[in-house]
């Protein structure tokens, strides 16, 4: 059974991240891997730790974390990831991270900076 639970979560983590741009809704997912919608999500999070729809929302804010540890300024990071509205990149970084995309930036890598 735990298995069947790591191949079905494994196959609809490959499949989320080949259509990270286009989207996915659950129910194609469930046709395409012949499971149920709920029994997806509960083998995902089992394995994960999260539900899908956390992994997908988490994406940008791990290539935004992997761009400022590179060491790019944390506005052309929110533009880079989709985010132009000053006051969401912030709200959406802090709720994932813990900290500001500003403060992750200078405690990771020592930089001074300016925030999102």
Do not use: W
Not at 7 to 28: K, M
Not at 66 to 85: Q, S
Request: hydrophobic content about 35%.
């Amino acid at each position: 059974m735990r298995r069947e639970t790591n191949r079905l979560a494994v196959e609809l983590r490959e499949l989320l991240d080949s259509r990270t741009h286009a989207g996915l809704p659950l129910h194609e997912a469930a046709a395409i891997l012949h499971a149920h919608p709920t029994h997806l999500i509960r083998c995902f999070k089992q394995t994960y730790g999260l539900p899908p729809h956390a992994y997908l929302t988490g994406k940008p804010i791990e290539h935004a974390r992997r761009l400022l540890l590179d060491g790019r300024r944390p506005a052309e990071v929110a533009t880079t990831i989709g985010l132009h509205d000053q006051a969401h990149p912030n709200r959406h970084f802090t709720r994932n991270v813990g900290t500001t995309p500003a403060r992750y930036r200078r405690t990771r890598t020592g930089s001074r900076t300016t925030a999102f």
